[in-house]
């Protein structure tokens, strides 16, 4: 069996060894042929396929090569948001400080909001709870290790149920709610459960789709056993809404608002898929025709968690009213 904590320490002093080499080969003649493969990978994971042409070409810095580092990272804000609304919900508290403060980027990031939610008439949403809790927090600490050094500081993060709050922004864009309306996800286990919906989808589409930009099979197989794992909370999570929503159908009606929402704040299509299918039948597990689930490129990934419907802001907002942590600009929203 591979020690992945061992392996990922060999392998990012390998990521550091291959990037010095990209840029000698740049520098000694195969600039041209380099420079085409880091455009060609930055554009699988960073742009939209009908980004309007310059009739005017005018010179542009290149963009930095994406690493599996840079990656990892990109997960990793992923993985503070979702610990940190899941710790909350189940603890009233969020990650410890030793997880959070020190690294690269921005450093020092503060929660807003978050609040315990009262299980006790509901101990199998409870228990599920905790099981994803611990799971979230987990994937913190394994990459941050895996990281070493490279691993971002957490981003300023907004889990907030109030008026003001990041979720009942997005609850008002889905239709959830009225506009003058608050949406807690801490007041109730299925708001809970709606709240949980919100993320676990997202987190699956990222990690599949930043799946074919990493080299390494052993950074490979770490990100493939924590998609897996989200995949399996996602399922959960998607199961027990609509097992619920048989006696209450607004929750399934619900869902279907945030997933349509999705679809239009990440600006790729139909793509995003509720808790029913035809004629009201059950859509447990969103897929495709050959039941392989679909990808998120980076942009996309932060439309949504900057609740960025018209493209306009780019430097974040919503669950990161500062943006994510991310080193490598290539994957900062905004940049061709």
Known sequence: MIDHRNALDLLAAADTRRAARRRFLKVAGGGTLALGGISLLSGCFDSEDDDAPNPTPTPTPTPAAVTDSDILNLAL??????????????????LAANLTASGTGTAGGSVTGGAKVDFSGDALVGAYAREIAAD???????????LGSAAIAMPNINISGDASGAFTAAARAAGVIGASDTFNPYSSPENFLLGAYLFEDVGVTAYKGAAPLLSSKVF?????????????????????LYAKGIAAPALVTAAGKISDARDALDQGGDTDQGLTGTGGAANLVPADADAIAYSRNSRQVHNIVYLNATGANQNGGGFFPNGTNNPNPTLRVGLP
Not at 77 to 94: C, D, I, M, P, T
Not at 220 to 239: F, K, S
């Open 220 to 240: 490979l197989e770490a990100a493939a056993g924590i998609l897996a794992a989200e995949a399996y909370h996602a399922g959960l999570v998607r199961t027990v």
């Open 77 to 94: 804000n992923l993985e503070y948001l979702e610990a940190q609304y899941y710790l909350y919900a189940v603890n009233g508290s969020g």
């Open 136 to 146: 979230e927090a987990a994937h913190v600490a394994f990459l941050r290790a895996a």
